[in-house]
């Protein structure tokens, strides 16, 4: 079977270690509480700590970005899948701030590893599709971050720590690892000469990866601030009982999840820009929905379409990455994720900055300010699609 059709088994292999990604980062999120508990410390002391995760990732971003695009995907990926799970298990472990402090900053050292090889290959394995897939990958990271919660969910209930936890977490993705190590795809698009790849490395990156991190920091800005806010403000703005709290924050993942999965079809028959452009419309209809009208009924379908709306951008984003003419995939992409980050941190303290001065409702209308800018990129993103 993997002789007669290989880019089946690549599919998979990209699957699987998708899915591992997902896990991992839903096993350490759903022990948050317990390890916040085990540590003794408050909420301002444990905040401060959990800068320390986006630190490792940020300051990771171009040594792997030169990794992958000197030594190859595969070899990278196989190594961060074994280290982001063992670096899981350390966390567990850590009982001091300090030693907390280090473990984080590997954790996501090695996330980021892990995130820049995988969708590398997820590049590469499109190629050979010559069709879109990515949104299909994506969704393997959300139904896994699913999966994670629930198991997460269950350890609790059986009252088994978060060190145990990780370690049978750490077990499960190992073995995952090892079945799938050679079904990677051997070689990234475009490898050519050491000498070549050395130039493509520490190229500057072109208007065109440019653009497209500016469309990915506009839509991580709008994750950023579904993931933190909406909650907030269903209990504060709508005031609904505590049972309906996250009914917009779910409707808001959920139809994200499902959006990753189907959007392949849409982007291969409609094209990459009509897709983004129904997901800036999407986005601010949304929010009209969201903040419009203070009914629980109205504000939960608002987020279901603004969840909708977020699903294509990042992986229409990392996909486009790979057409880059001057970088290395893995690089274009390490360059297109550093700039999405970057809103999907500031995106919250800003909504926080903007909710203090005018009030929540009205903040999260940066949601529609983000779909607004969306739609004015399209036409230069399809005039650098067509050079």
């Known amino acids: 079977m993997k002789k007669s059709n290989p880019k089946a088994w690549y599919r998979t292999a990209v699957n699987a270690f998708y899915f591992i990604q997902g896990l991992v980062f839903a096993s350490w999120a759903g022990r948050i509480p317990e390890i916040k508990e085990l540590l003794g410390m408050n909420d301002a002391q444990f905040g401060g700590l ?47 701030a300090v030693q907390m402090l280090v473990v984080l900053v590997l954790f996501g050292a090695t996330g980021n590893l892990t995130n820049i090889a995988v969708n590398t290959q997820a590049v590469g394995v499109e190629r050979l599709y010559r069709r879109s897939i990515m949104g299909s990958f994506h969704g393997l990271w959300s139904l896994a971050g699913f999966t994670g919660g629930l198991t997460g ?70 994750e950023g601030t579904v993931f933190d806010w909406t909650n907030i403000y269903f209990d504060e703005v709508l005031e609904v009982p505590k049972n309906l709290v996250r009914f917009g924050y779910i409707a808001a993942m ?47 379908f608002g987020f279901l379409l603004i969840g909708a709306g977020m699903s294509p951008v990042i992986p229409i984003c990392y996909s486009l990455s790979g057409r880059s003419k001057r970088l290395l995939p893995g690089m274009a992409i390490t360059t297109v994720s550093t700039i999405g980050f970057l809103g999907f941190l500031a995106g919250p303290p800003v909504i926080g900055f903007i909710s203090h001065a005018v009030g929540l409702r009205w903040a999260l209308c940066v949601i529609a300010v983000v779909g607004v800018s969306i739609l004015s990129l399209m036409p230069e993103l399809n005039r650098q699609l067509k050079k």
């Open 153 to 222: 969910a269950l350890m609790v209930a059986l009252d088994i720590t978060p060190h145990i936890h990780f370690i049978i977490i750490f077990a499960v993705t190992t073995v995952v690892v090892l079945l799938m190590r050679s079904a990677t795809l051997p070689r990234d698009y475009r490898m050519k000469s050491l000498e070549e790849n050395q130039r493509k490395i520490f190229s500057r990156p072109d208007h065109f990866i440019l653009l497209l991190g500016l469309i990915a920091l506009s839509s991580s800005i709008c």
């Open 50 to 96: 959990l800068f320390c995760l986006p630190l490792g990732e940020i300051c990771s971003m171009f040594p792997i970005g030169y990794l992958v695009g000197r030594f190859g995907s595969r070899r990278m990926l196989i190594l961060g899948a074994l280290l982001y799970p063992l670096s899981l298990v350390a966390v567990g472990m850590a009982t001091t």
């Open 254 to 300: 959920g139809s994200m999840t499902l959006g990753r999965f189907t959007v392949d079809r849409f982007i291969t028959r409609f094209g990459a820009i009509r897709v983004l452009q129904c997901s800036g419309v999407l986005l601010i209809v949304g929010l009209c929905f969201a903040v419009g009208v203070r009914y629980v009924a109205t504000s939960t």
